[in-house]
């Protein structure tokens, strides 16, 4: 099994910023990461992709988030970071860290709890 666990979410006022860590541990990461990514879901609305990173470090950001998030990754640590400035309030959602294992023939996907951000005007 994988454990995917996010840390870092909070209270922040607009402008500010915030930066998310999601550390995933288990067994059967040993066949390989591929992408690791942030999606966020705000109340009312669908999960969203925020932003994603591939094993070869190729970055994909949302229209809304471009210019202000920066993703990155440690391999060594099997930790995906999503630092988060010029905050603003529609940012406010649940932000869900996403794993994608691929190796030997397998691909499995897993997510975090979430963890709140929530951008006060």
């Known amino acids: 099994q994988v454990q995917v666990v996010e840390s870092g979410g909070g209270l922040v006022q607009a402008g500010g910023s915030l930066r998310l860590s999601c550390a995933a541990s288990?067994?059967?990461?040993?066949?390989?990461?591929?992408?690791m990514g942030w999606y966020r879901q705000a109340p009312g609305k669908q999960r969203e992709l925020v932003a994603s990173?591939?094993?070869?470090?190729?970055?994909n950001y949302a229209d809304s988030v471009k210019g202000r998030f920066t993703i990155s990754r440690d391999n060594a640590k099997n930790t995906v970071y999503l630092q988060m400035n010029s905050l603003k309030p529609e940012d406010t959602a649940v932000y869900y860290c996403?794993?994608?294992?691929?190796?030997?023939?397998?691909?499995?996907?897993?997510w975090g709890q979430g963890t709140q951000v929530t951008v006060s005007s």
């Open positions: 990173i591939s094993s070869g470090n190729i970055t």
């Open positions: 288990g067994s059967t990461i040993s066949i390989g990461i591929n992408a």
């Open positions: 996403r794993v994608d294992l691929r190796g030997y023939g397998l691909e499995y996907s897993y």
